[in-house]
């Protein structure tokens, strides 16, 4: 019955594709991994298999691979995506040795990846537990290890027909679950899962301590600040951006704004400068060391910068919490800076905890908006309570990445 899924899956893509790009690049990247695997894998390579669904799981992984590279070079790094959004902006990053999509999981599709590839173990990054590559694994001897994995009650997994059909057993290939939480660890227990489960919080904390560590200055960002302030919209969505637009134009101009929309198609950038009518707004792309100091408003319109240029703001928005979720808090957290998100977080850790410790402020409309983001930056002491809460909150959750490190690799000898 899932074989059977899969193939309509594909069916699907392939009839999407003659219509959606989207689509048509998930399509040809599946069918290119193939020609890809098959052209640059090395024989009798020593290779570690990561897979990410997408961008963001990517991050959550990347502070393992860094690792592993510094650590153990004798291993070569494979690293897998389902999505085009995750592909699309890291298929040529250099800490992997071959990046590609992962063929969808059909036993056919399976078997030829094993014959291409033999990898000595296999980190999943947080979800995407496939049935058929994940049964490959276990035929040969692979190691699977779950990595910043978090369960909930409503996951198939744990509803009465993901039982009935036997789903449940997937879990069973699993070498071990580094969660984030107790509830995870919890639920696997039903499932009988006790010994192999280890509570790690999330690898994200140290992808982000890392980046801010290592980040570099980014002049043309730093000249637009400069001794302004300036309020940063990260993954922006139209619902979050109808309610910042309009507080922004009512500032003085003593308040600058840094849009970092989620979609940076040409319809979407028309659609924000629109609405900012009488500012002067300033594409990234189009920003210069003449032009950029006296812009009031910048437009992030490339990818791959929103997690530096936090740093240049005061106070923040972290969009999606309108839609279908909220994207990376704590990408600006690190930074210190007090987080405004959209009600759609409840399936979020980190946004729950800092909601408690008052470092993130939920918002449901424009009112409460305004009166939250001028309350934060008119009283110094409000904040400064939630911007130090978000730095002791990404501080004491770091760590992960150490602890599984040490589990897995501290047998792992050079051949």
């Given amino acids: 019955m899932y074989s059977i899924a899969i193939y309509l899956y594909m069916l699907a893509v392939g009839i999407a ?3 959606n790009t989207r689509a ?7 069918q290119y991994a193939f020609v890809r695997l098959k052209r640059m894998v090395e024989k009798d390579a020593r290779y570690i298999w990561f897979h990410a669904a997408s961008l963001g799981e990517f991050e959550q992984g990347r502070p393992l691979m860094e690792r592993l590279r510094r650590e153990h070079p004798e291993f070569k790094i494979l690293l897998t995506f389902f999505s085009p959004s995750g592909y699309e902006v890291r298929k040529n990053w250099e800490g992997a040795d071959i990046v590609c999509y992962l063929p969808l999981d059909t036993p056919v599709n399976v078997r030829l990846f094993f014959h291409y590839i033999k990898p000595e173990m296999l980190f999943l990054i947080k979800y995407e537990f496939w049935q058929n590559y ?6 040969r001897g692979i190691p699977v290890y779950s990595v910043s994995s978090i369960f909930r009650t409503n996951q198939v997994f744990f509803r009465w027909y993901g039982r009935l059909a036997g789903y449940t057993k997937v879990l069973n290939t699993i070498t071990h679950f580094f969660v984030q939480n107790q509830q995870s660890q919890e639920l696997l227990a039903t499932l009988g899962h006790t010994e192999n489960v280890t509570i790690v919080g999330d690898t994200r904390f140290d992808r982000v301590l890392d980046i801010r560590n290592a980040a570099k200055p980014l002049p043309l960002v730093e000249k637009f600040a400069g001794v302004y302030n300036v309020f940063v919209a990260g993954s922006s969505w139209p619902p979050d951006e109808a309610l910042f637009i309009p507080w922004f134009l009512s500032k ?7 849009i970092a929309p989620h979609m940076i198609g040409e319809d979407h950038l ?9 500012r002067r707004v300033l594409r990234y792309s189009q920003a210069n060391e003449s032009n950029v100091a006296s812009a009031d408003v910048l437009i992030i319109d490339c990818f791959g910068l929103l997690s530096s240029i936090y740093r240049y703001g005061q106070l923040a928005l972290v969009g999606g919490g309108f839609g279908a979720g909220i994207h990376n808090i704590p990408e600006a957290a690190v930074y210190g800076l007090p987080v405004l998100i959209g009600p759609n977080n409840h399936n979020f850790r980190e946004a729950r905890y800092l ?17 939250v ?12 309570r939630a911007a130090t809460a978000a730095n002791e909150y990404i501080s004491n959750n770091s760590g992960a990445t150490d602890i599984i490190f040490k589990k897995v690799f501290s047998s ?3 051949a």
């Avoid at 003085?252 to 840094?258: A, R, S, W």
């Avoid at 028309?270 to 009488?278: F, R, S, Y």
């Fill in 17 to 19: 594709a003659l219509f």
């Fill in 412 to 414: 792992v000898h050079s």
């Fill in 355 to 371: 909601l408690e410790a008052g470092a993130c402020f939920e918002i449901h409309d424009a009112t409460e908006f305004c009166r």
């Fill in 134 to 139: 994940l049964k490959g694994c276990r035929k």
């Fill in 24 to 30: 048509r690049k998930l399509a040809l990247g599946h």
């Fill in 373 to 384: 983001a001028d309350h934060l930056l008119s009283d110094a002491e409000a904040y400064n």
């Fill in 252 to 258: 003085g101009n003593d308040l600058k704004l840094i």
């Fill in 270 to 278: 028309l659609d924000i400068e629109n609405h900012l009518t009488g």
